[in-house]
């Protein structure tokens, strides 16, 4: 069986901050990190969407975590088609066609070369292409897949999509057997069920080294309301007792499954994954709380 390692979509959401999850003492940068990696051994980097990553940041993330310790980091807003304002761009290719492949290659070519470091070090897991969801399938679609594929070549790359179409049972061989020859991890994911957007809760296997299961809530305004409406979601324990076997038939197809959660209102992501923790053990790796 492989790895079972399970986190959260960030450690520094301004919701978990203020929910008083971290002690006393520890709630600057460096205090922050090191107090989530004694309590988990993986979290993913949601900021890295908004703006470009630097080196230094990566060098800091490796210093302050354990051997072991992995990042999940999601690509740059530009890399998988989403509004990316002129300011998030470096002030020197502000001026370029955010459409031009060139201003996309040279953004990867940064974007890489800044997460170099946290590779180096062993720390980094995947990197995450969380694509929107307009990108249906398609012709057009997954040529852009294959150009993906081609700038990140010989880096981990997860892909979650977000239209429903890829999905379907009449594409679900197809879009797996897609991701599979990208050697690309599909991400599975739990969310609510009775919207036009649902994406179902499958568990394909697409690499024999990775597989990545982000956990949502349930909100029913998933896609309509506020950051804090569409995330807002307590996980009950069936909730999660439901996942248990598809998480172990993960596990024992692939070398290491990344368990994730994204419902990040106050401190329900990280005490979802607490438990998520003690129902998964003995299985489930977690880290020592002691450090």
Known sequence: MGDILIGTCSWTDKALVGSGWYPPGRRDAEGRLRHYAERFPVVEVDATYYALPSARNSILWAERTPDGFRFDVKAFSLLTGHPTRTAALPADLRDRDTADPGLLDEIWHRFSEALRPLREAGRLGTLLFQFPPWFAPGPRAEAVLHRTRRRADGWPVAVEFRHPDWWREARRA????????????AVAVDMA???PTSIPPLTPVTSGDLAVVRFHGRS????????E????????????AEWRPRLLSLADRVTQLHVLFNNCCADA????????????RPAAHRQDATG
Not at 270 to 278: L, N
């Open 269 to 280: 992501a990280v005490r979802a994954a607490e438990a998520m923790c003690d129902r998964m």
């Open 220 to 227: 029913p305004a998933w896609g309509s309301g506020s950051k």
């Open 193 to 195: 069920q009775d919207l």
């Open 174 to 185: 197809r879009t797996t057997a897609l991701l599979t020859d990208l050697d690309a991890a």
């Open 229 to 240: 409406d569409r995330f807002r979601h307590t996980y009950r324990d069936d909730e999660l």
